[in-house]
Antibody, heavy 115, light 107 residues
Framework: EVELVESGGGLVQPGGSLRLSCAASGFSFATYGMNWVRQAPGKGLEWVAG????????SYAVSVKGRFNISRDNSKNTLNLQMNSLRAEDTAVYYC????????WGQGTLVTVSS | DIQMTQSPSSLSASVGDRVTITCRASQIISTYLNWYQQKPGKAPKLLIYGASSLQSGVPSRFSGSGYGTDFTLTISSLQPEDFATYYCQQSYITPRTFGQGTKVEIK
């Protein structure tokens, strides 16, 4: 059974940093691209970043480019999102999602950026 | 970036109704279009991928159609568990943009 479990969320001050992780199980992790998608309180879904199966290709939403870095450790079946220079508008639930079709999602982890 | 526009933003319907939600892309995306259902406090769930392919385990009352820029999600007979928010997403190119969502409420 496919399972994705996010961790690392919390309260951080504007300008601060946070590192999210997503532990994957139940599928051949290195075979699939992975994504981060976020949802601000009461708002819609926003695709944040994606990474290829080998980790060699990455892409970002304009809103986070230059501040966020997506990476993966295929030996540990783990997806990461390093978030720097955080802003109030980055406050959201962050989900990891499997593959180009986003066919499996984690339960999400809440990031709150506030002083 | 490709802009995805859903309509309507919300709708009220009764159990048993046929419901149609549309999604328009700002440029041609072939059939690289997915539909998701999200209930409050839960992660989104994939319903349809490739514009018309039903994800495993999803009831057959859900169907998708379209090609190019115009797409449709249809629920043939609305059930109580279908009251939720629905999102389209293009997977043609990154950033993989979502529509703004359509909230389906009980009439």
């Amino acid at each position: 059974e496919v399972e994705l479990v996010e961790s690392g969320g919390g309260l951080v001050q504007p300008g601060g940093s946070l590192r999210l992780s997503c532990a994957a199980s139940g599928f051949s992790f290195a075979t699939y691209g992975m994504n981060w998608v976020r949802q601000a309180p009461g708002k819609g879904l926003e695709w944040v970043a994606g990474i290829g199966g080998s980790g060699g290709s990455t892409s970002y939403a304009v809103s986070v480019k230059g501040r966020f870095n997506i990476s993966r450790d295929n030996s540990k079946n783990t997806l990461n999102l390093q978030m720097n220079s955080l802003r109030a508008e980055d406050t959201a639930v962050y989900y990891c999602a499997k593959g180009g079709y986003h066919d499996y999602w984690g339960q999400g982890t809440l990031v709150t950026v506030s002083s | 970036d490709i802009q995805m526009t859903q309509s309507p933003s919300s709708l009220s319907a009764s159990v048993g109704d046929r419901v149609t939600i549309t999604c328009r892309a700002s440029q041609i995306i072939s059939t690289y279009l997915n539909w998701y259902q999200q209930k409050p406090g839960k992660a989104p769930k994939l319903l349809i991928y490739g514009a018309s392919s039903l994800q495993s385990g999803v009831p057959s009352r859900f169907s998708g159609s379209g090609y190019g820029t115009d797409f449709t999600l249809t629920i043939s007979s609305l059930q109580p568990e279908d009251f939720a928010t629905y999102y389209c997403q293009q997977s043609y190119i990154t950033p993989r943009t979502f529509g703004q969502g359509t909230k389906v409420e009980i009439k």
